[in-house]
């Protein structure tokens, strides 16, 4: 299994506050994605990262912003969390190499806002 | 942007029997790769196969194979002789080239396998 490590796991906050998921890849991949996973969506991406201080948005970026200071490590901010950013929120990673560029999953942090 | 569509929310098999799952996409690429990842209750996404769309012959891993049609661009998912631990949702996926590999998913199927 790839080295991608999500932190929080879980989280539980309140309407207004800001948020930060950290991605953490120990593979050196260049690539790094963040997703969030709502029934009868499948998984959207929100924003993703082409090298450190590269990123660019996804299908649903609004409210989200995101920071790449180390190849390791990509960080998802919720400025300040609404309801409707209740969710299960996928980082993942892949890199250019001489066959598809697969993508490889964290193990998800479910995010609840009230 | 590129659509994938699952049309079948949900599924169910006996053990040991065979199931299909359908995915169709649309896009204007040429050159593109196509996926299909299992999550299990674990909530873990796990790549079960993947297809590069210039090769004409199917994928296969083990008792998983796809059926690529490229010009009717549909990518169905065969598993055989079905296990219990291949209950599961299934997300079809596709990646082009253009816009730093992306991924468009499907919006799954549920996948239930019966004793």
């Known amino acids: 299994d790839a080295g991608i490590t999500q932190s929080p796991r879980h989280k539980v906050t309140e309407t207004g506050t800001p948020v930060t998921l950290r991605c953490h890849q120990t593979?050196?991949?260049?690539?790094m994605y963040w997703y969030r996973q709502d029934p009868g969506h499948g998984l959207r991406l929100i924003h993703y990262?082409?090298?450190?201080?590269d990123t660019d948005k996804g299908e649903v970026s609004d409210g989200y912003s995101v920071s790449r200071s180390k190849t390791e490590d990509f960080l998802l901010t919720l400025e300040s969390a609404t309801s409707s950013q209740t969710s299960v929120y996928f980082c993942?990673?892949?890199?250019w190499g001489g066959g598809p560029d697969t993508q490889y999953f964290g193990p998800g942090t479910r995010l609840t806002v009230l | 942007a590129q659509t994938v569509t699952q049309s079948q929310p949900e599924m169910s098999v006996q053990e040991a029997e065979t199931v299909t799952l359908s995915c169709t996409y649309d896009?204007?690429?040429?050159?593109?790769?196509l996926f299909w990842y299992k999550q299990p209750p674990s909530r873990q996404m796990i790549l079960v196969i993947r297809?590069?769309?210039?090769?004409?012959q199917n994928a296969t891993e083990n008792r998983f194979s796809v059926n690529f049609q490229k010009a009717a661009k549909s990518f169905s998912l065969k598993i055989s002789d079905s296990q219990l631990g291949d209950t599961a949702m299934y997300f079809c996926a596709f990646m082009g080239r253009v816009g730093g590999n992306q991924f468009y998913f499907g919006t799954g199927t549920s996948l239930t396998v019966i004793p």
């Open positions: 990262s082409y090298g450190v201080k």
């Open positions: 993942a990673i892949s890199d």
């Open positions: 896009t204007s690429e040429s050159n593109y790769y």
């Open positions: 297809q590069e769309a210039y090769k004409q």
């Open positions: 593979e050196n991949h260049r690539y």
